[in-house]
């Protein structure tokens, strides 16, 4: 890459920082749960349009997404800005960070598309809703990602995890996760006067739980099976009429969470025909596995200070699930992790976590991975032989997704 671009992305990230700064601490001090991000999408709306930028707010057909796109011609790639909450504890996944970073990365590319005259497209794309709520499957079914070369977003994790002289994780693999409710319905009775009335729909949760569990024995140590119960009946002296239980099965592939599902499905059935209860499903937003395209990942690396950034290891930086992964199977993409400053038993999903999110450290290793996905976005609308060469793979490896691997 021509020492002249990385020098006008990297300039103009800095040029921008209190722009970065400021949507940065909008977002974590008012956060806001799945698709009611309105703060956000507000703030973002604002601060593009005042620097210059056409802006789309509530795109595609979303009330709290927004698109800001710049270039014309040539390739596309697109970087996706998260910044919904969770419910109680706030940023405890860091999205300001994931915003930030993909908003100076935006920045970057765009400075450089601007100076140098050349074809290609970059796109700052507001993706709400990924804490369960499936923002980017509704984005995909809209055509967010039709045409796109590429897709990027950097997430943060727990620093402690982290050898001490790696702040990042380029390539990292994500499980797939099937979500189901199940309902039963029996039949409700008195449960002292006329038991031998009723047909318990919370016997039939339970003894789906029990089969659950043994089936536990016999799955791959990389699946998950955990659930919990949305409604288990009202009162003792009232035999259970409708139950309800709320699933999550993972693993590696789309493909084998949704074959693990079918035998999780044989114990609710089993359950219901044991008990005399009806059941039915209801499917919820199931996310796909993440598949990062290598090329992205290397190019992520080289991209980086050097040293800083590990390729695959630690494999387990960040485990779960994220829509992200059906990013992945729509075109190449890219889900890397970096560390932010946090204290043993402050993983994702904690207090320490909402407070470690809101460190000026946090927020100065998220600009610099905004620079690095920069300089990698940048290779992707310039550098012809390694956008073919990621094209090529990205189809090698879904044919493998097809076939379960």
Same mark, same amino acid.
């Given at each position: 890459? /021509?020492?002249?671009?990385?020098?006008?992305?990297?300039?103009?990230?800095?040029?921008?920082?209190?722009?970065?700064?400021?949507?940065?601490?909008?977002?974590?001090?008012?956060?806001?749960?799945?698709?009611?991000?309105?703060?956000?999408?507000?703030?973002?709306?604002? %601060?593009?349009?005042?620097?210059?930028?056409?802006?789309?707010?509530?795109?595609?057909?979303?009330?709290?997404?927004? $698109?800001? !796109?710049?270039? $014309?011609?040539?390739?596309?790639?697109?970087?996706?800005?998260?910044?919904?909450?969770?419910?109680?504890?706030?940023?405890?996944?860091?999205? *300001?960070? %994931? #915003?930030?970073?993909?908003?100076?990365?935006?920045?970057?590319?765009?400075?450089?598309?601007?100076?140098?005259?050349?074809?290609?497209?970059?796109?700052?794309?507001?993706?709400?809703?990924?804490?369960?709520?499936?923002?980017?499957?509704?984005?995909? /079914?809209?055509? #967010?990602?039709?045409?796109?070369? /590429?897709?990027?977003?950097?997430?943060?994790?727990?620093?402690?995890?982290?050898?001490?002289?790696?702040?990042?994780?380029?390539?990292?693999?994500?499980?797939?996760?099937?979500?189901?409710?199940?309902?039963?319905?029996?039949?409700?009775?008195?449960?002292?006067?006329?038991?031998?009335?009723?047909?318990?729909?919370?016997?039939?949760?339970?003894?789906?739980?029990?089969?659950?569990?043994?089936?536990?024995?016999? %799955?791959?140590?990389?699946?998950?099976?955990?659930?919990?119960?949305?409604?288990?009946?009202?009162?003792?002296?009232?035999?259970?009429?409708?139950?309800?239980?709320?699933?999550?099965?993972?693993?590696?592939?789309? /493909?084998?969470?949704?074959?693990?599902?079918?035998?999780?499905?044989?114990?609710?059935?089993?359950?219901?025909?044991?008990?005399?209860?009806?059941?039915?499903?209801?499917?919820?937003?199931?996310?796909?596995?993440?598949?990062?395209?290598?090329?992205?990942?290397?190019?992520?690396? !080289?991209?980086?200070?050097?040293?800083?950034?590990?390729?695959?290891?630690?494999?387990?930086?960040?485990?779960?699930?994220?829509?992200?992964?059906?990013?992945?199977? !729509?075109?190449?993409?890219?889900?890397?992790?970096?560390?932010?400053?946090?204290?043993?038993? $402050?993983? *994702?999903?904690?207090?320490?976590?909402?407070?470690?999110?809101?460190?000026?450290?946090?927020?100065?290793?998220?600009?610099?991975?905004?620079?690095?996905?920069?300089?990698?976005?940048?290779?992707?609308?310039?550098?012809?032989?390694?956008?073919?060469?990621?094209?090529?793979?990205?189809?090698?490896?879904?044919?493998?997704?097809?076939?379960?691997?």
């Amino acid at each position: 890459m /021509a020492q002249q671009w990385t020098s006008v992305i990297e300039n103009e990230i800095q040029a921008r920082n209190a722009e970065i700064s400021s949507i940065n601490h909008q977002i974590h001090s008012n956060p806001e749960l799945a698709y009611e991000e309105f703060k956000a999408h507000e703030a973002f709306v604002t %601060i593009l349009t005042s620097l210059g930028f056409k802006v789309t707010p509530h795109a595609f057909g979303l009330e709290t997404s927004f $698109s800001a !796109e710049f270039g $014309s011609g040539g390739r596309l790639v697109v970087f996706n800005a998260e910044y919904d909450a969770l419910p109680g504890i706030g940023h405890a996944c860091g999205h *300001n960070l %994931i #915003a930030s970073a993909s908003f100076a990365s935006f920045l970057g590319v765009a400075a450089a598309l601007k100076a140098s005259g050349l074809p290609g497209r970059v796109r700052l794309l507001g993706t709400p809703a990924e804490e369960g709520g499936g923002g980017k499957l509704k984005l995909i /079914a809209a055509g #967010a990602y039709k045409g796109a070369s /590429a897709a990027l977003m950097v997430h943060p994790g727990p620093g402690h995890n982290l050898p001490s002289h790696i702040r990042g994780v380029s390539f990292v693999r994500m499980l797939a996760n099937v979500k189901f409710r199940v309902h039963f319905t029996g039949k409700e009775s008195h449960a002292a006067i006329a038991p031998w009335d009723g047909v318990n729909a919370l016997d039939a949760v339970c003894l789906s739980y029990n089969a659950i569990s043994m089936l536990r024995q016999q %799955i791959r140590p990389y699946d998950r099976i955990h659930g919990i119960f949305r409604s288990a009946g009202d009162r003792p002296n009232v035999t259970p009429g409708n139950c309800c239980v709320e699933y999550y099965i993972r693993s590696q592939t789309r /493909a084998q969470a949704e074959a693990l599902w079918q035998r999780v499905l044989k114990c609710f059935e089993g359950a219901a025909l044991a008990t005399g209860c009806q059941m039915h499903t209801e499917p919820l937003n199931s996310y796909a596995d993440v598949r990062p395209s290598a090329s992205l990942c290397k190019a992520y690396v !080289e991209a980086m200070p050097e040293g800083t950034v590990s390729y695959d290891e630690p494999k387990d930086i960040l485990a779960g699930s994220t829509d992200m992964g059906d990013v992945c199977y !729509e075109c190449p993409g890219f889900h890397g992790v970096f560390g932010i400053g946090t204290e043993e038993g $402050s993983p *994702n999903h904690t207090k320490g976590f909402t407070r470690a999110a809101a460190t000026e450290d946090a927020f100065a290793r998220a600009v610099e991975c905004g620079k690095g996905m920069a300089l990698v976005g940048w290779r992707v609308l310039t550098d012809d032989v390694f956008a073919d060469e990621m094209q090529k793979e990205w189809e090698a490896d879904m044919k493998l997704a097809a076939q379960g691997k």
